[in-house]
């Protein structure tokens, strides 16, 4: 086993072990019930239907980069084996340049939404009202910002 893949193992089996915690504390606007967070800001635009998200060991893949402004329903869908986290941060930094303290991203924008962990083989929904602008999809569990799973989103 090289010492590249030996390292992968051992940080991947101290993520497992750690447990997966809430993210940073960034600004946080919605509420989390049962799996289902819903954010709503001052009356519903129309919606824009449902956006899948898949999480992996080790990314965040939606599967569009980019849609229209209004209300957008995040269908989380965790493929991996060990918990997962979906975050919402409309940001002007990239989704990959967060500085990282204590092995979670520091955000730096304002935190819409956050579904909360979600098991390896689970799926969770987050509703979200969205503006024009730039945004990060990240998993801010401890290790895995770190570890790649973020994405840029573009809202036009």
Known sequence: MSSGSGLALVLSAALFVSGCGGGGDGEQAAETVQGE??????????????????LNEWDVIPAKDATQPGKVTFQARNTGSVPHALEVILTDVKAGAFPVKGGVAEVKGKKLADVG??????????????ERGHYALICNLPGHYEAGMH??????
Not at 37 to 54: D, F, I, N, Y
Not at 117 to 130: H, P, R, T, Y
Not at 151 to 156: A, H, I, L, N, T
């Open 37 to 54: 967070a819903t954010q709503v800001a001052g009356g519903e635009k129309a919606g824009r239907g449902a956006l899948e998200v898949e």
């Open 117 to 130: 962990d979600i098991a390896g083989g689970a799926s969770k929904q987050l509703s979200v009202i969205l």
């Open 151 to 156: 994405s840029d989103f573009q809202v036009e």
